[in-house]
């Protein structure tokens, strides 16, 4: 079993629809996630951190987290064609006093006009 | 502000060589991470130094090492490269060892051996 889990897609949907991106994760100790956005040939960047049970709102972005289930989940809002991208999930494992993430393989989303 | 940055952005390298890949944290990080990232997949943890100090390392050979100087720049070395070690090889950096509040990667080296 993979650390970090996701469906690598690719997730298709139209504009304005809400995206759902799903992440699983074996280690109940991680305490801190993390989605990162990739587009094709650039570096990962931040979108959200989450450490609460719960829903975390930025925008169009909501990560939810639910621990007992050990799953992390990104929603998108009125989804954009810009926002086409690989998704990735990252987790940090609490007892770590470094700064190591484990990465998912990522999810290719596609939005389509 | 300048960002993360990585030098150089492409390095072809042939089977067996030595690279020496570098990295400039935001300006007030003192942690930097080196991680690579093969086409497809997510990002795979190989070192992080905080404060000058190794803080964590991956499961990687002992053919790839790393350093972080005064400044808290930092230098990753790979030898005897392999076809394998292509990759996008990225360096994020954080202001606290623990990345509480996430890391902010660079645009990365890609690394070719032929």
């Known amino acids: 079993q993979k650390e970090v889990e996701q469906n690598s897609g690719p997730l298709s949907v139209p504009e304005g629809a809400i995206a759902s991106l799903n992440c699983t994760y074996s280690?109940?100790?991680?305490?801190?996630f993390f989605w990162y956005r990739q587009y094709s040939g650039k570096s990962p960047e931040l979108i959200m951190f989450i450490y609460s049970n719960g829903d975390k709102e930025d925008g169009r972005f909501t990560a939810q987290l639910n621990k007992a289930s050990q799953y992390v989940s990104l929603l998108i809002r009125d989804s954009q064609p810009s926002d086409s991208a690989t998704y990735l999930c990252?987790?940090?494992?609490?007892?770590?006093?470094?700064?190591?993430?484990?990465f998912g393989q990522g999810t290719t989303l596609q939005v389509k006009p | 502000d300048a960002g993360v940055t990585q030098s150089p952005t492409h390095l072809i390298k042939t089977r067996g060589q030595h690279v020496t890949l570098r990295c400039s944290p935001i300006?007030?990080?003192?942690?930097v991470s080196w991680y690579q990232q093969v086409l497809g997949q997510g990002p795979q943890f190989i070192f992080q130094?905080?404060?000058?100090?190794?803080?964590g390392r991956g499961n990687f050979p002992d053919r790839f090492s790393a350093r972080q100087f005064p400044n808290y720049s930092s230098e990753l070395n790979v030898n005897a490269l392999l076809l394998g070690d292509s990759a996008l090889y990225l360096c994020?950096?954080?202001?606290?060892?623990?990345?509480?509040?996430?890391?902010?990667f660079g645009s990365g080296t890609r690394l070719t051996v032929v």
């Open positions: 300006s007030g990080h003192k942690s």
């Open positions: 130094y905080y404060e000058k100090e190794e803080r």
């Open positions: 990252a987790v940090k494992h609490g007892s770590s006093n470094t700064g190591k993430l484990i």
């Open positions: 280690d109940r100790g991680s305490q801190s």
């Open positions: 994020a950096s954080s202001l606290l060892g623990q990345g509480i509040y996430g890391y902010t």
